[in-house]
């Protein structure tokens, strides 16, 4: 796990976005919901997850391959360190009763930054 994420412990959503003044830099926040709600899936193994990813053209600075799904992670951060060394981008959100909107917004915004050819 990269060490950046190690000391992120309580947390909903994590972003892992590219960081604007530096090349090859990332950008990583995270963030507890304001009215959690009720968990939804998930497992013994992890809670479930909406999971937003994209690798971005550099020569562009346009999103691509932007991809939503869900998923039960044992280990978000594990996971984040894994698409970060591929270079890939997005977020982790805890899938709740009122996850929806912030993962709606999120994907709404990052659709609009796609390359579209």
Known sequence: MLDSLKEI???D???FTPHS???????????KYKNTGEKLGGSEL???FD???FRLDDEEDLVIDLDRFEGILIEPREYISRMIKSDWY???SRKTTTSDKIVDGVFD???KLQYNS
Request: hydrophobic share 45%; glycine share 6%.
């Open 9 to 11: 412990v309580d947390y």
């Open 13 to 15: 959503t994590i972003f």
């Open 21 to 31: 003044e530096e090349d090859n830099m990332v950008n990583i926040e995270f963030s």
């Open 46 to 48: 992890g809670d479930n």
């Open 51 to 53: 999971i937003i990813v």
């Open 90 to 92: 997005g977020m982790v």
């Open 109 to 111: 915004s990052w659709t």
